[in-house]
């Protein structure tokens, strides 16, 4: 399974963003599929998951604020942020279980006036 992230960039406090991940090879094996974000000095958390039948869980920090959401026809994995705030600055990742875990090679976000 590969995993390929984009979306991200440099976006003002209280502004939005949509992250995108494709995947490809072996999809009909993927489970779960999950956003993760590293900060600069932080070790990597886990920001939402979703079930292939679409069950959600996300972490408080960004509960009301991020909505994760897949597309298991065209391979696709979401997530729709807003209400931007500078501590969600981190690159994020995308992941995917089969349930052994792939990694997409992450896209920045920056939040920032």
């Known amino acids: 399974v590969q995993l390929q992230a984009s979306g991200g960039g440099l976006v003002q406090p209280g502004g939005s963003l949509r992250l995108s991940c494709a995947a490809s090879?072996?999809?009909?094996?993927?489970?779960?599929m999950a956003w993760y974000r590293q900060a600069p000095g932080k070790e990597r958390e886990l920001v939402a998951i979703?079930?292939?039948?679409?069950?959600?869980t996300y972490r408080d920090s960004v509960k009301g604020r991020f909505t994760i959401s897949r597309d298991n026809a065209k391979n696709m994995l979401y997530l729709e942020m807003t209400s931007l705030k500078p501590e969600d600055t981190a690159i994020y990742y995308c992941?995917?279980?089969?349930?052994?875990?792939?990694w997409g090679q992450g896209t920045q976000v920056t939040v920032s006036s």
């Open positions: 090879g072996r999809t009909s094996s993927i489970h779960v």
């Open positions: 992941s995917a279980d089969t349930p052994r875990r792939y």
């Open positions: 979703i079930t292939f039948g679409g069950t959600t």
